[in-house]
């Protein structure tokens, strides 16, 4: 099959824990995505975009080839493989919020753990070895770092390391191996990232298209509408209390003088505590409706 030069091309985790939420992100704005030939490429039927569906370890590199314009894919590949490249390929676009999960050192039940310097002299098991050099390096700890290409979890039992460097995300695994997380690596989630290769125009502008319906859907996911009433004398230390809300809407009420109806997008979570800070501080009939789409 040849590369169609008139698409976009996102590269995904075939399977694993980005895979859904990276689809259904996609979804989200806007992309139906029917199934291709085979389970590796799939196109949007009403989008010019292909998805390829690939090894996460693959996808820093396809994007920074040019091979695919976008990609979804973990801070904690990302960095690893960024730490390999004299020059980065590609460029961080978006944090996503979806794929939480921590880089950490784990140690079994029985071998005790006191900070970094524990690991002096010993061998870890990683398929992270740059960045657990890095953490060694700025811990300033001499230690040998074994790499594996997967069931790190298993090192400890069968001896090839005492300690190891792996992603937690439940914690599942480690407590299926009799091990527990003693340190923090690195935190990580998904991130959007797209090729540092310039593109011809016309996929230039699907790709400003994709990226202002990907951001319209990010910012809704945090953004509420909030809706309240209040006194003139109220209005300026209610609009203090807003968050992340610039220039509301303020309109007089029909048949209640010197009362306002206050109309406002938040660009952060509104929590209880913010409604009662509003209520205290003269608001009344608060209202706050999720937002569906938005184009920024
Ligand atoms: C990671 C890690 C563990 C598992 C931990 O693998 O290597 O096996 O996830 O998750 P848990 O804390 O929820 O049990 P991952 O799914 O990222 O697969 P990969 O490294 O082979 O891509
Ligand atoms: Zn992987």
Same mark, same amino acid.
């Given at each position: 099959?040849?590369?169609?030069?008139?698409?976009?091309?996102?590269?995904?985790?075939?399977?694993?824990?980005?895979?859904?939420?990276?689809? !259904?992100?996609?979804?989200?704005?806007?992309?139906?995505?029917?199934?291709?030939?085979?389970?590796?490429?799939?196109?949007?039927?009403? =989008?010019?975009?292909?998805?390829? =569906?690939?090894?996460?370890?693959?996808?820093?590199?396809?994007?920074?080839?040019?091979?695919?314009?976008?990609?979804?894919?973990?801070?904690?590949?990302?960095?690893?493989?960024?730490?390999?490249?004299?020059?980065?390929?590609?460029?961080?676009?978006?944090?996503?919020?979806?794929?939480?999960?921590?880089?950490?050192?784990?140690?079994?039940?029985?071998?005790?753990?006191?900070?970094?310097?524990?690991?002096?002299?010993?061998?870890?098991? +990683?398929?992270?070895?740059?960045?657990?050099?890095?953490?060694?390096?700025?811990?300033?700890?001499?230690?040998?770092?074994?790499?594996?290409?997967?069931?790190?979890?298993?090192?400890?039992?069968?001896?090839?390391?005492?300690?190891?460097?792996?992603?937690?995300? +439940?914690?599942?695994?480690?407590?299926?191996?009799?091990?527990?997380?003693? !340190? +923090?690596?690195?935190?990580?989630?998904?991130?959007?990232?797209?090729?540092?290769?310039?593109?011809?125009?016309?996929?230039?502008?699907?790709?400003?298209?994709?990226?202002?319906?990907?951001?319209?859907?990010?910012? +809704?996911?945090?953004?509420?509408?909030?809706?309240?009433?209040?006194?003139?004398?109220?209005?300026?230390?209610?609009?203090?209390?807003?968050?992340?809300?610039?220039?509301?809407?303020?309109?007089?009420?029909?048949?209640?003088?010197?009362? =306002?109806?206050?109309?406002?997008?938040?660009?952060?979570?509104?929590?209880?505590?913010?409604?009662?800070?509003?209520?205290?501080?003269?608001?009344?009939?608060?209202?706050?409706?999720?937002?569906?789409?938005?184009?920024?």
């Amino acid at each position: 099959m040849s590369v169609d030069r008139s698409r976009l091309h996102i590269a995904l985790q075939r399977s694993g824990r980005l895979s859904d939420a990276s689809k !259904d992100l996609l979804r989200e704005a806007g992309l139906r995505i029917e199934a291709g030939k085979n389970s590796l490429t799939a196109r949007a039927g009403n =989008f010019p975009a292909d998805l390829m =569906f690939v090894r996460d370890d693959d996808i820093p590199t396809f994007v920074s080839d040019g091979a695919c314009e976008f990609g979804i894919v973990g801070q904690n590949v990302l960095e690893e493989f960024a730490l390999g490249q004299a020059e980065p390929g590609f460029e961080r676009v978006a944090e996503l919020g979806f794929g939480r999960c921590s880089l950490k050192i784990a140690a079994p039940e029985r071998l005790p753990y006191e900070g970094p310097r524990t690991l002096a002299g010993q061998r870890i098991a +990683t398929s992270y070895p740059r960045l657990l050099r890095r953490f060694l390096q700025d811990s300033g700890i001499d230690a040998e770092v074994v790499e594996m290409s997967g069931a790190v979890e298993l090192a400890p039992r069968l001896e090839i390391a005492s300690y190891i460097c792996d992603l937690v995300s +439940t914690g599942a695994t480690l407590e299926a191996n009799g091990l527990r997380a003693v !340190d +923090t690596v690195m935190e990580s989630q998904s991130v959007l990232i797209r090729t540092l290769r310039p593109l011809d125009a016309g996929r230039a502008a699907i790709a400003e298209q994709l990226l202002s319906r990907l951001q319209g859907v990010l910012a +809704t996911k945090e953004s509420k509408y909030i809706m309240l009433n209040a006194p003139s004398e109220a209005l300026k230390g209610i609009t203090d209390l807003l968050p992340g809300a610039d220039a509301p809407t303020i309109l007089p009420l029909h048949g209640r003088p010197g009362h =306002f109806a206050v109309h406002a997008v938040c660009q952060e979570s509104v929590f209880w505590e913010t409604l009662q800070k509003l209520k205290d501080a003269g608001a009344s009939a608060i209202l706050v409706v999720p937002i569906e789409k938005m184009m920024l």
